[in-house]
């Protein structure tokens, strides 16, 4: 059965680095998420992506955070200087027209 | 916008117990619904949706009906093993624009032999 795959599994950096965060959605997907949960806490959304561009963002997806799709299969999130509270689970999701999603492993990020 | 109320936790229940878990939804539109679990340390599995009224969702022993009536979409199992014990998340979908998923707080469930 397709999945959707993320990469790391655990990333740890200092604080004000840089960070890729990447994720293969299912090939035949056109819809793409990004969320995060904080350790204990509810999943929030961050962003969606389709058609090549951001349809909505929160307002957790402040200018420190961006996304690409560079190559048609890999969907990437990136924080250009992470913060101590950017520290939770990173979450991928894709979907096609009017189904449910589906979520990747996730990919801890620890910053210290 | 869009959102999902769960009942707090957490819930400690026996072993053979019967399980509800509340959860209501406040939408714009006509939303699909989905409740997930996730296991601790893992990611958010997809456990039963429903995508319109009176559709009723089950997997694994466990069910859910969509009650447009009352915006309701609980959560049932009838008799919960120690291995149901996780997180349990309610979310929606609405296919307007983004489509995005909004998520209920999460109840976390503890089954005790």
């Known amino acids: ?112 | 916008g869009d959102s999902v109320t769960q009942m707090e936790g957490p819930v400690t229940l026996s072993e053979e117990a019967f399980l509800t878990i509340n959860c209501t939804y406040t939408a714009t539109g006509y939303p699909s619904l989905f409740w997930y679990v996730q296991y601790p340390g893992e990611g958010l599995q997809l456990l039963l949706k429903a995508t319109k009224a009176d559709d009723k969702g089950s997997n694994k022993g466990f069910e859910a009906t969509y009650r447009k009536e009352t915006t309701s979409f609980h959560l049932e199992k009838g008799s919960v093993q120690v291995s149901d014990s996780a997180v349990y998340f309610c979310a929606l979908i609405e296919y307007t624009n983004a489509g995005k998923s909004t998520f209920g707080d999460g109840t976390t469930l503890t089954v005790k032999p």
């Open chain 1, 1 to 112: 059965e397709p999945e959707v795959t993320q990469t790391p599994s655990h990333q740890v950096t200092q604080m004000g680095q840089e960070v890729i965060l990447r994720c293969v959605p299912i090939s035949n997907h056109l819809y793409f998420y990004w969320y995060r949960q904080i350790l204990g806490q509810k999943v929030e959304f961050l962003v969606s992506f389709y058609n090549n561009e951001i349809s909505e963002k929160s307002e957790i997806f402040d200018d420190q955070f961006s996304v690409e799709r560079p190559d048609g299969s890999n969907f990437t999130l990136k924080i250009r200087s992470t913060k101590l509270e950017d520290s939770a689970m990173y979450f991928c999701a894709s979907r096609v027209d009017r189904a449910e999603q589906y979520f990747g492993p996730g990919t801890r990020l620890t910053v210290t």
